[in-house]
């Protein structure tokens, strides 16, 4: 989803309970503020081949560089629902129903002669990548938490960021720290800067569980084919650990309920075992949720007696951007494609969207 590579703002949805891809007609600001005027399906594909596929996937910055100067294709995907046009979306689906990896024309060919296919699936899937490594820069916060812990994460897809105990843990290629039965398939390497404090061991989980408003069964194909090809054509990497962490969830399937990460929160939470710290983690989803409905989504964690670690983009809460402020010195606008580490609201680091780098903030 829009924690994708290089997501660069806060969108907001299109429709209230639909996961609507980041690309949502109107930019958020991090303050009230004028919305900018939306974006033309040919700029958006620029600015993702520009922005977020350089670097990341050659294939995908070539189908979106030729997307973006295809009067044809253009016209096919802007007869999709603003928040359906993706680029990552439509790369994903198209590949899902058997377009050509490789250059531009046999992949525009492919798509402009399954297009019922493809829009079909595109009406219907989610950009709902999983990405493990989350933990990675979760893990420095979490561990410090006085356990043992009952996790339950808000907008979870398939739920492999559950089991942050279950996964080995490299930073800045040091000792890896393993979980108490030893090595894990899933080695989460992370980049650190600043006084990040090391976790000294995994915390004890006793109970995981999520909410997601359409969870994906790592038992089922179907499902795991989609958090399989959401992974963009080159990253073989993120492909071979979410594979492995899909094992890991498969061995011992988490609780996931389909609702909203408010509606839902409270319900779910009543089932945490009691003398365990509840700790609710959000990462990668509350962009997906429009202001108003974040603003409750923050009363209904703070109703809690739990805590509440977040990653997400920066600009996403008032109290995040004003301790970012603090500590940085940065605007609201230089936060922009910026994602923080928080808890409980309280901003403590930058990190990468995907969790391999945690850049500690300076603190007075
Ligand atoms: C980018 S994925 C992130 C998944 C996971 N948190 C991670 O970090 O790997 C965001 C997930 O949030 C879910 N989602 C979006 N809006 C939601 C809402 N209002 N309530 C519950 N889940 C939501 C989507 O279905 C999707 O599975």
């Known amino acids: ?21 980041p690309e949502a007609t109107v930019t958020e600001t991090t303050s009230p503020g004028t919305p900018s005027a939306p974006e033309t399906t040919a700029a958006r594909y620029e600015r993702f081949a520009a922005a977020e596929a350089r670097g990341e996937s050659a294939v995908y910055a070539g189908w979106a560089t030729g997307v973006a100067a295809d009067a044809e294709l253009l016209a096919a995907i802007d007869e999709l629902p603003p928040q359906r046009r993706q680029p990552a979306l439509l790369f994903a689906v198209s590949r899902l129903v058997g377009a050509p990896v490789g ?7 492919f798509v402009l002669d ?5 829009r079909a699936e595109a009406l219907v ?19 410090a938490i006085p356990g043992p812990i009952a996790l339950l994460e808000v907008g979870a897809s398939a739920g492999l960021c559950l089991y942050p105990d279950r996964f080995s843990y490299r930073y800045d290629g040091g000792e890896p720290l393993h979980p108490v039965d030893g090595p894990s398939a899933v080695l989460l390497e992370c980049a650190t800067n600043g006084l990040v404090p090391p976790p000294e061991r995994l915390p004890q989980i006793v109970w995981r569980a999520g909410i997601d408003l359409a969870p994906l069964d790592v038992a089922s194909d179907d499902d795991s084919r989609w958090l399989e090809t959401l992974i963009w054509p080159e990253q073989t990497a993120r492909l071979a650990r979410l594979r492995a962490a899909m094992e890991i969830a498969r061995a011992d399937p988490p609780l996931l309920v389909a609702g909203d990460v408010t509606e839902a929160l409270p319900g779910l939470a009543a089932r945490a075992p009691t003398g365990a710290t509840l700790v609710v983690v959000s990462s990668g989803v509350l ?16 109703a809690l007696d739990a805590r ?4 997400e983009a920066a600009g996403l809460f008032p109290s995040v951007v004003s301790g970012l402020e603090a ?8 936060l922009r494609g910026r994602f923080a580490l928080a808890l409980d609201g309280d901003p403590l680091a930058f990190v990468a ?3 391999d780098r945690i850049d500690w903030l300076p603190r007075g």
Not at 103 to 109: S, V
Not at 294 to 302: D, P
Not at 308 to 311: A, E, Q, T
């Open 1 to 21: 989803m829009s924690t994708e590579p290089g997501t660069s703002s806060a969108p907001e949805t299109s429709a209230a309970g639909t996961p609507s891809a």
């Open 103 to 109: 250059d531009f024309g046999p992949w525009r060919e």
């Open 114 to 118: 399954h297009w019922p296919l493809v």
């Open 125 to 143: 899937r989610l950009t709902q990548t999983n990405e493990p490594l989350r933990c990675a820069a979760l893990m420095p916060v979490l561990a």
């Open 287 to 302: 962009v997906y949720v429009v202001r108003a409905e974040r603003e409750r989504f923050v009363r209904a964690v703070e």
């Open 308 to 311: 509440w670690l977040s990653l």
């Open 327 to 334: 500590a940085t010195g940065l605007n609201h606008e230089q």
């Open 353 to 355: 969207p995907h969790g």
